[in-house]
């Protein structure tokens, strides 16, 4: 992911897209970052979104550069959709993400509903009912499928 310096050169921003279900997303709710470290606790980062874009203040970004392996990362934040009735839904995702997520160019996120049809014959996260992909430079990471 790119790192460059918006307006205040207390953001930054991380090249960055979200998609759920084939759908690129426009907007998520109460985005953050969260980092559960053995010494200090939970630490709740606020981030904003918008499609091609995650941004979160330059001390939040330098504290996940310097924290070390033991601290584990988790992307966190609530979609609002309508169900094929007409209905407004939210799903709340939490997503484990590693540190090298921020080193990359860029990173696209896909998050796939396995209760969803066309979705049925991937395993879903433990204890979830949805499960991610990830594109980025030079790699991907696909997740398993049944047989």
Known sequence: MLLFAQDDLTVKGIDFIVSIDGDIVKSIHRPKIV????????????????????????????????????????????????????????????????????????LVLYILNTRKKPNKGIVPLPGKDYTFELDYPGGQMIKLRKK
């Open 35 to 106: 980092a559960f470290d053995p010494g200090l606790g939970k630490k709740s980062i606020s981030v904003s979104y918008h499609p091609g874009n995650l941004s979160l203040d330059k001390s939040d970004m330098d504290y996940l550069w310097s924290a070390d392996d033991s601290v584990k990362l988790f992307l966190t934040f609530e979609y609002y959709h309508y169900t094929p009735k007409g209905n407004q839904h939210v799903s709340n995702y939490e997503i484990a993400m590693a540190k090298s997520w921020l080193e990359q160019k860029y």
